[in-house]
């Protein structure tokens, strides 16, 4: 399975000099893949410690954080020879070891030619990071690109990398579309889905379901271990409120997330907020912001806190929690299930780097997401699931903010490639749309 970060990492490989890399993600994204599998076949020698695998392997740092006597203690415990100067060292799960955090400080001042990289599934929740110290980059679950990698169909990537308007291409890039809705983009997941491509479709629905209840098990059992006794009724609650709210919505934009009824006793934003902080420090959440009024840049500068849309960070898992089946989802039918194209929008511009996102409200006008361009121009986002692509919210939007061009991404096959100011794409190319008409 590829990954697009790689070249990223091949990059900062081929420099001179450089800071230890940090690769922050859920768990189970693939972060030990990329480092060991993928980037470490372009090192002759790769040598990984996973401190919750091997939680001894905290004795190398005990002593000392000087980059040559962390070496020398890591080669005694490991039994392994390690080239500062070629070799890889891979700090895996380093939030378990407080001090091989602090230590990627003194790896980035007095070892600049060395290759570290460290990841980990809790980052976030760290009490103390080496700021300015680390490359850091966040794993997210696979692409929808990395999906049409991972199905090994040259000839259908080639037609998605050329963003190719025609029927048959829309055909056969829906149809992976909506079975990426069902799979998500989680590395086991998706390298399942493929592998077993030769079994019933019953069977392949069945073992990747299996895998996603594993991973939503997991993340439970990750409340109670990290977030204490206390807190985790209330992450985990939040964590389940979210798909459920999402789901609440019918043939509408996804509304704000409301704090009621999510947890006994507690129904306003201050009393959510730390478990909201909690699950998006896990990168397990991603935030909307909703605007009002006439939109302006910076967009963070007019966001409020207590109000705000929660996706879930993988829209297999979103699916697998509401019961959604693969069959109901292959149904092309499924407009009034918009929540499912907004969630994969939302995972689509935060694999871009956009996160968090923002909304448009006016009245009964919505824009699912506003983003701006490299010169601050403010460019409406609208989603429409389905095959109805009328847009009353977008027309609205234009007549009261004078945007400078449009997109809707929508069900359909798209509009021509002549259209340069209110353009119209099919779902599956949102990245092409945001990186063609924003990011460039």
């Known amino acids: 399975m590829q990954r697009e970060l790689l070249t990223t990492l091949l990059d900062w490989k081929a420099r001179p000099e450089r800071k230890p890399l940090l690769i922050d993600g859920a768990r189970q994204t693939g972060k030990t893949y990329l480092l060991q599998t993928l980037f470490g076949q372009h090192f002759p020698r790769v040598l990984r410690i996973d401190f919750l695998e091997s939680p ?10 000087v980059p040559q006597d962390v070496l020398t203690n890591i080669e005694l415990l490991t039994g392994q020879p390690f080239n500062l100067q070629t070799d890889l060292l891979i700090l895996d799960e380093i939030g378990e070891c407080p001090r091989a955090v602090t230590a990627l400080k003194y790896f980035a001042e007095q070892t600049p030619q060395a290759f570290i990289a ?3 599934s809790n980052i976030g929740l760290l009490n103390t990071f080496p700021v300015g110290k680390v490359e850091q980059y966040n794993l997210r679950p696979l692409t929808f690109r990395e999906f049409l990698l ?13 963003a190719q308007n025609s029927a048959a291409a829309h055909s056969r890039l829906f149809d992976k579309l909506t079975d990426y809705y069902f799979t998500g983009g989680m590395p086991e997941a998706v390298s399942l889905w493929f592998k077993l491509v030769d079994q019933s479709i019953l069977q392949r629905v069945k073992a990747v379901s299996k895998v996603q209840a594993d991973l939503l098990a997991g993340y439970r059992r990750d409340f109670g271990k990290y977030a204490g006794k206390t807190d985790a009724a209330l992450i985990e609650a939040i964590f389940t409120a979210v798909p459920s709210q999402l789901a609440a919505v019918v043939d509408e934009s996804v509304k704000r997330f409301k704090f009621k009824d999510v947890y006994a006793r507690k129904s306003r934003y201050q009393d959510l907020e730390t478990g909201i902080a909690w699950l ?6 991603l935030k909307n912001y909703p605007l009002e009024g006439l939109p302006r840049s910076p967009l963070a500068a007019y966001k409020k806190d207590n109000m705000v849309k929660l996706f879930l960070f993988d829209v297999g898992l ?7 089946s693969y069959l109901e989802l292959k149904q092309q039918n499924f407009e009034y299930k918009g929540y499912i194209a907004e969630n994969f929008v939302q995972q689509e511009l935060a694999a871009l780097g956009i996160d968090p996102c923002f909304s448009w409200n006016d009245a009964r006008a919505e824009i ?19 095959k109805r692509t009328r847009a009353r919210s977008l ?16 069900g359909t096959q798209g509009s021509s490639a002549l ?18 008409h924003l990011l460039t």
């Open 56 to 65: 001894q392997m905290a004795d190398a740092f005990a002593s000392s954080l």
């Open 118 to 120: 460290a990841s980990g």
């Open 150 to 162: 991972a199905a090994n169909e040259p000839a259908l990537l080639k037609v998605y990398d050329a």
């Open 280 to 285: 998006e420090k896990c990168r397990l959440v």
């Open 318 to 324: 979103l699916n697998h929690m509401l019961g959604v």
């Open 368 to 386: 699912e997401f506003i983003l701006t361009d490299a010169t601050g121009n403010i460019i409406p986002l609208e989603v429409k699931s389905g």
């Open 395 to 410: 027309q609205s939007f234009i007549e009261k903010c004078q945007p400078l061009k449009t997109i809707k991404l929508t």
């Open 419 to 436: 259209e340069q100011q209110h353009l119209v794409y099919p779902l599956y190319y949102t990245a092409h749309a945001v990186t063609q």
